[in-house]
Nanobody
């Protein structure tokens, strides 16, 4: 059974940093296609950053230059370093994963497995 568990959320002032982690388990290749998504209150879920099996990375325009996604393959861990945080980054952040060789990117419909989320709150 595939499980994704996020950690690292919290409250921070604007301009601060947080590092989110996602521990994946239950399938040897679960880390091949992974991404971070977020959902703010009253808004649709949106893609933040994704990393593909070949290492290619996609960022949402809103986080480019501020967030960094990385993957620790031997430990099945995905991370998101978030710098220069803004109040508009406030949301529940979710880790997602998939194992099928198809385009993924920031399309949440392409990911089969999801974590429970970790909350990020950025105050001005």
């Amino acid at each position: 059974q595939v499980q994704l568990e996020e950690s690292g959320g919290g409250s921070v002032q604007a301009g601060g940093s947080l590092r989110l982690s996602c521990a994946a388990s239950g399938y040897a290749h679960i880390n091949e296609y992974m991404g971070w998504f977020r959902q703010a209150p009253g808004k649709k879920r949106e893609g933040v950053a994704a990393i593909d099996s070949d290492g290619s990375i996609t960022y949402a325009d809103s986080v480019k230059g501020r967030f960094i996604i990385s993957r620790d393959t031997p430990n099945n861990t995905l991370s998101l370093q978030m710098n220069s945080l803004k109040p508009e980054d406030t949301a529940m952040y979710y880790c997602a994963a998939d194992v099928f060789p198809r385009p993924h990117g920031l399309n949440d419909g392409q990911y089969l497995y999801w974590g429970q989320g970790t909350r990020v709150a950025v105050s001005s």
